[in-house]
């Protein structure tokens, strides 16, 4: 089957169930939806269940200055197609439901978006930062992020924290 009749055929399908906050669009083997926050799991599980889109290849987190978006990359196993589901989401606090029950690999980017950009994740199982240290102060990936030189001591000044 000709790669383009199978990118018609989901484009065709996922508009007759879902509405997009804009068009969907094709580019180089992806397909890109945005949606709202609200309706996002239940685009997930229908790409997921009825789809056939059952691996999660990449997520990422990124600060317009004016929202958060979040961007999943989901893979069908049978072609070389990339559904990207993105939604976006209050710059203050910027809270999405969790997609790592559903591809198990997005609880570590969530976790990075959430360590560097402060982005919340509903019901995720390990929200925790990833790589900087749980007394780091701020998300260094945001627009508005000031860095503090943090303060390092060697084990030789012996200080009782």
């Known amino acids: ?43 997930a599980l229908f790409v997921r269940n009825e789809l056939g889109f059952t691996y999660g290849d990449m997520a990422y987190g990124t600060d317009t200055k004016e929202v958060m978006e979040m961007s999943w990359y989901v893979g069908h196993p049978e072609s070389h197609l990339l559904l990207v589901l993105r939604s976006s989401g209050d710059r203050e606090k910027p809270i999405f439901p969790t997609l790592s029950d559903l591809w198990e690999g997005f609880g570590w980017h969530e976790r990075e978006a959430y360590d560097l950009l402060g ?42 924290v």
């Open 1 to 43: 089957m000709d790669v383009i009749i199978i990118q018609d055929e989901i484009i065709n399908k996922l508009k007759n169930v879902f509405t997009f906050d804009e068009e969907l669009y094709e580019f180089e083997g992806r397909i890109y939806m945005k949606i709202s926050s609200d309706k996002l799991r239940d685009l």
């Open 119 to 160: 982005i919340d994740f509903t019901d995720h199982k390990d929200l925790r930062r990833i790589y900087l240290p749980d007394n780091w102060e701020g998300h260094p990936l945001r627009e508005d992020y000031v860095y503090k030189r943090p303060k390092y001591y060697k084990p030789e000044d012996n200080l009782n």
